[in-house]
Structure formats: C-alpha cells, structure tokens
T-cell receptor
Framework: DAGITQSPRHKVTETGTPVTLRCHQTENHRYMYWYRQDPGHGLRLIHYSYGVKDTDKGEVSDGYSVSRSKTEDFLLTLESATSSQTSVYFCAISRSIVDPNTQYFGPGTRLTVL | DAKTTQPTSMDCAEGRAANLPCNHS???????VYWYRQIHSQGPQYIIH???NNETNEMASLIITEDRKSSTLILPHATLRDTAVYYCIVRVVGSGAGSYQLTFGKGTKLSVIP
C-alpha cells in the first residue's frame, strides 16, 4: 500500500461540465502522475509533476490541466468534459527520484461523461 | 525502450509456482526489466525489477538469463488473488524528464485455478 487515495472513485457527469479529480499521497514523494486507461489503448500518461508547482504534459494532455500546490495533492481538471474523456483515471507516485520507473498506483477513478 | 514478448495467457494451479516468461532480445546494457501486474478493476501494481542478477522480494522472484535476452517472473505459491494480467517492460533507469510514462503491452493473463 503506497498511501495513495483518489477521489471520487466514481463519477458521472454531463458533457461540457468541469470535473476535478483528486490524488492524495501520504508519503511526500516528489513525482506524481496522472494516467488514463482505455480498452485498446492501454495506459497513457496525461500529466506528471516533479514537485510543488512543477508539472509537465504527457502523451494525451489536450483537454486536461493539473495543479500541485502541496506535495501531497495532485489535481486533474477536465475544463469542459467530453464523451471521449470517459475513462478510468489512475494516479501514481514514484518513491525514488533515481528510478521513476518504479511507480505505485492509486485505486482509480471511473469517470463517465454523458 | 526494448520490445518485449509475452504469452497471451497461462494457467497455474493454486499453490503451485507460476512461471511467467518474457523475451526482450533487443535489450540494451543499461535497460532494466520491470514487472507489473493489474488485477481486474484495480490499479497496476509494481512487482519487481532487475538488471542482470536474480532478484527476490516478498512478492516474487525475477530470473534474468545471462545474455539478458529473456527473463522469468516466479510467483512461488500462486493463490487465487494472483489472477491478473502481468506486464513485462524494459526501461532505462532515470530516463529523464518527459519519459516517465510506463507503457504496458498486452501482457500475460494469468489464471490461477483452484
């Protein structure tokens, strides 16, 4: 257990509404990540963070923004949700700055955009 | 990252050792072998990684051949809770900013049979 929680765990929303997903860690690690997972596409990186206020884009960042004002929280915002953003969203952390490939994942948030 | 090849599926009797193979014949000298798994509806879970020596932790053992072109993940006493998709990936440690995305292939679906 890497001390990662995600909220909400399930959400149904309508097209055009803003949505914010929260990832919270209890271990004060620098590196945090947001992925989405879809059938046929596997796991895809949306954004990542390497410290407070330090974030960067991943492979599929269009339509998403992130914020990290505290070490323990990494927020993912869908500014105006679309049906193509229906997915399972996973947050992850790296415990080691030397080996960020060793990642620990949260339980996921299942988002449905109608 | 080097390409990996895994069998699509495997069965294992409960209580027996599960041996999951992975071929990575194009692996470079500075690439590590990582194993993750994903139990249905849960986030991916890091298992183990290694460079060239055999590795063991509380979850599994990793055996890497001397030429490093293949490896085997061993779950010594498989339980029903080990039923999952297992992913073998090859990565350079500390690849640098922007390359932290973990890319899983199709993996091996391990079914542990009672």
């Amino acid at each position: 257990d890497a001390g990662i929680t995600q909220s909400p765990r399930h959400k149904v929303t309508e097209t055009g509404t803003p949505v914010t997903l929260r990832c919270h860690q209890t271990e004060n690690h620098r590196y945090m990540y947001w992925y989405r997972q879809d059938p046929g596409h596997g796991l895809r990186l949306i954004h990542y963070s390497y410290g407070v206020k330090d974030t960067d884009k991943g492979e599929v960042s269009d339509g998403y923004s992130v914020s990290r004002s505290k070490t323990e929280d990494f927020l993912l915002t869908l500014e105006s949700a679309t049906s193509s953003q229906t997915s399972v969203y996973f947050c992850a952390i790296s415990r080691s700055i030397v080996d960020p490939n060793t990642q620990y994942f949260g339980p996921g948030t299942r988002l449905t955009v109608l | 990252d080097a390409k990996t090849t895994q069998p699509t599926s495997m069965d294992c009797a409960e209580g027996r050792a599960a041996n999951l193979p992975c071929n990575h014949s194009t692996i470079s000298g500075n690439e590590y072998v990582y194993w993750y798994r994903q139990i249905h509806s849960q986030g991916p879970q890091y298992i183990i990684h290694g460079l060239k020596n055999n590795e063991t932790n509380e979850m599994a053992s990793l055996i890497i051949t001397e030429d490093r072109k293949s490896s085997t993940l061993i779950l010594p006493h498989a339980t029903l809770r080990d039923t999952a998709v297992y992913y073998c990936i090859v990565r350079v440690v500390g690849s640098g900013a922007g390359s932290y995305q973990l890319t899983f292939g199709k993996g091996t679906k391990l079914s542990v049979i009672p």
